[in-house]
């Protein structure tokens, strides 16, 4: 710019001060983190299908779930694994839906009892039924195909106890699976009031971040019994692994919905009307969008403005 000219109005819109355009990503960055906004985002059609799966159950139905909780990737999956609860806990009370529920790794042993406290905390009626309409068995290391199968069989096979242990002289035990009312009734479905297995659900939630759990768990779960198990199942996992879940999605197939990260569940949580993590990492990604692109435009209108104006002035 020539000395002594006055500055334009082009000449201050390309020139703004860096702190400036600091103040305002910190800004947009922050406020989702102090109220999460719900910046209206499409929902994909696997996260409505895993939604819709839950929250159509008919009355008196069983579901088994798997409390899925792996810290090393809880920023990318746990808002999925709350959101879900939430939408089970908001389940009217005269559905009469019947839920056992279970951890399979030792971060969840270490984290479920405080998110049963907290985030997840159950409706009163919930929690004042434990035992008669829900059960949480604990952890549970069905990790592997034998344990899987052997869970599918039987479940008291691997798990013989509910995870509420309580001190018994010198012993902490907890409740034999098959003393527990709800279980009891979840067993009788199939015919055998001794025998719980898969064959007594009707939807089977469960999560995993290794890809080729999808494989396991179909053929686990799905492809075997005499007759087959054909349990319906949703999926928690993380982007990577929608590859290896897609051959086993859809209305006819075992996977009946999934959501991928993060990002699906933030669909989820609108879906279910509970803002959480996964809206706020939306929100945030959104905003600096929003400034990102501000920022480009008004530098290309002060490039266009001063190439095109200033030079008719001349």
């Not at 009734?185 to 759990?213: E, K, M, Q």
């Not at 989820?268 to 600096?288: N, P, R, S, T, Y």
Request: include cysteine; aromatic fraction near 12%.
């Amino acid at each position: 710019m020539v000395e002594g000219k006055k500055e334009s109005i082009w000449d201050k819109m390309g020139s703004i001060d860096y702190r400036i355009i600091y103040a305002v990503f910190i800004v947009m960055l922050s406020i989702p983190i102090f109220s999460p906004l719900g910046i209206p985002m499409k929902v994909s059609q696997p996260v409505q299908d895993y939604y819709n799966a839950i929250v159509n159950l008919p009355p008196d139905s069983a579901i088994l779930v798997h409390s899925f909780v792996d810290l090393s990737v809880w920023a990318d999956t746990g808002p999925i694994l709350i959101a879900t609860w939430k939408t089970i806990w908001d389940i009217a009370e005269e559905k009469n839906i019947k839920i056992i529920a279970y951890t399979s790794l030792s971060d969840g042993a270490l984290k479920m009892s405080d998110l049963l406290l907290d985030e997840i905390k159950p409706p009163q009626w919930r929690a004042d039924s434990y035992g008669e309409t829900w059960v949480d068995l604990g952890y549970i290391p069905v990790v592997n195909e034998p344990v899987q199968a052997s869970f599918a069989a039987d479940i008291t096979s691997v798990a013989a106890t509910d995870g509420h242990i309580y001190d018994v002289g010198s012993e902490w035990v907890g409740t034999p699976l098959l003393d527990i009312p709800v279980v009891k009734d979840i067993a009788a479905r199939g015919g055998d009031p001794n025998v719980i297995n898969v064959y007594d659900f009707d939807l089977y939630i469960w999560g995993s971040w290794g890809c080729t759990s999808p494989d396991q768990w179909v053929r686990q779960f799905w492809t075997t019994g005499n007759p087959l198990y054909e349990l319906p199942m949703v999926m928690m996992t993380i982007g990577n692994c929608v590859p290896n879940v897609m051959p086993y999605y859809g209305a006819d197939k075992p996977i009946l919905g999934f959501v991928p990260g993060s990002a699906g569940a933030a669909g989820l949580e609108l879906l279910c009307g509970h803002k959480g993590e996964g809206i706020v990492m939306a929100d945030i990604g959104d905003l600096a969008g929003i400034a990102t692109v501000f920022f480009l435009i008004l530098g290309n209108v002060s490039y266009w403005g001063k190439r095109l104006f200033e030079k008719e002035e001349r």
